[in-house]
């Protein structure tokens, strides 16, 4: 079965719009954290704008030019070049146009990837200093039991002495009571921070996702801003054929240049 390719820019603009969601479905971050979160949701939804920005100006540009190319391409089959020529110098007056647009809008995309990887890189320093963090409260929360431990150890110690133990008996129990609530807090804290770095690592997943489907949107962008350059060059070949009286080569080139504009109007869909 062969794969379909055509509507290939929509579906990545809805992806990565599903993307966000998911971002955004990421609870029980620490501060910093959902700094993060929001900071990437803004970053993709500002690229989704320009990626369907691209889109439409792209579309705008490929529908009309299609049929002024066959038109074009009926008056050179007719021997009309001097009627041919405006409409491919409109045409690729159009297309410089939009070449212009979409380098503007590519190169703020570029930069995005830049910034999504700084922030995936922002999150990995934020659970490392949770994990350092935990491990520090799982240390003191052993320690702490290991201090009950011992206070309850010496209970039993002075039970046996009797009489003669109860002030120890009721130091040591007031010393295991503290203890024991010591590690208590402190094993409250270290879950907290699991919950914490748990939901990190989902966001880091999310936008590792992000980056993957990201980068098929740089590279959609680029296939696009490449065949607008093509189309620029193919056209402007045959204005300097048709202002040389070179009609039969333009044919090829406008029928050529024909194709290119098909292709791009597949390739923005």
Not at 25 to 53: F, G, H, R
Not at 91 to 111: E, G, K, R, Y
Not at 250 to 264: K, P
Request: net charge negative; proline share 2%.
């Amino acid at each position: 079965m062969e794969s379909n390719t055509s509507n290939l820019l929509s579906q990545l603009i809805t992806n990565l719009g599903n993307l966000i969601k998911q971002l955004a479905a990421v609870l029980n971050l620490p501060p910093a954290c959902v700094t993060i979160q929001k900071s990437a949701e803004d970053l993709i939804q500002s690229d989704i704008d320009k990626l369907k920005s691209i889109q439409s100006q792209t579309l705008d540009f490929t529908k009309p030019a299609i049929d002024e190319l066959n038109t074009a391409l009926s008056k050179l089959n007719s021997g009309d070049t001097s009627g041919a020529l405006p409409i491919v110098s409109k045409v690729n007056a159009d297309a410089t146009t939009l070449d212009a647009a979409i380098s503007a809008s590519a190169d703020q995309i570029m930069a995005t990837k830049v910034q999504i990887l700084s922030l995936s890189s922002q999150l990995s320093t934020n659970e490392n200093a949770l994990n350092n963090e935990m491990v520090g409260l799982q240390s003191k929360a052993e320690d702490a039991k290991k201090q009950a431990d011992y206070y309850t150890s010496r209970k039993y110690y002075f039970l046996a002495l009797g009489p003669l133990g109860l002030i120890g008996l009721g130091i040591a129990i007031g010393m295991i009571a503290s203890w024991t609530k010591k590690a208590n807090s402190f094993n409250a804290q270290v879950s907290q921070l699991e919950v914490q770095i748990s939901t990190i690592k989902q966001l880091v997943a999310n936008i590792d996702t992000l980056i993957s489907t990201f980068t098929k949107g740089v590279t959609q962008v680029s296939n696009i801003k490449n065949a607008v350059g093509f189309l620029q060059s193919n056209l402007q070949n045959v204005i300097d054929d048709l202002n040389n009286a070179n009609g039969q080569n333009a044919i090829l080139l406008v029928t050529t240049a024909l194709h290119e504009c098909q292709s791009l109007e597949s390739d923005a869909s």
